[in-house]
């Protein structure tokens, strides 16, 4: 049997600034939705389709000299490549965090917990 290769590492880039990254959780939700009949079946009569949407939630640490303003973050392209060659990046455009939250615990560092939306999805 063959050993396989699979992805490592994953870098994140924020406007162009590469950021320290402890993970990161896409979810894509297809906006697919059941139209409900009344029938004799009860039964769904068929799907409509809807609009997709990208809810992203993203853990970073928190350096000590942290400038950047979470919170404000409109507009921004988020950019999650593979390390290894031949992978697929993915690009997540127009990016707007809704939420920001701290995390302080006493095993592991302060981490900063941001939940963002995207408008669009790229692969590239």
Request: charged residues 30%; contains cysteine; hydrophobic residues 35%.
């Amino acid at each position: 049997m063959a050993i396989k290769e699979y992805v490592g590492a994953i870098i994140m880039e924020l406007d162009g600034k590469e950021v320290e990254v402890i993970d990161i959780d896409v979810t894509e939700s297809t906006g697919m939705k059941p139209v409900k009949v009344m029938n004799r079946s009860r039964l769904i009569g068929g799907v409509a389709k809807g609009i997709k949407e990208y809810s992203l939630r993203v853990t970073v640490p928190i350096p000590f000299d942290d400038d950047t303003k979470w919170a404000e973050i409109f507009g921004a392209s988020i950019t999650v490549f593979p390390s290894s060659p031949g992978g697929k990046r993915e690009t997540y455009m127009d990016c707007c965090t809704s939420e920001v939250g701290k995390q302080y615990t006493v095993d592991n560092e302060a981490r900063r917990t941001l939940t963002m939306f995207a408008v669009k999805k790229v692969d590239e």
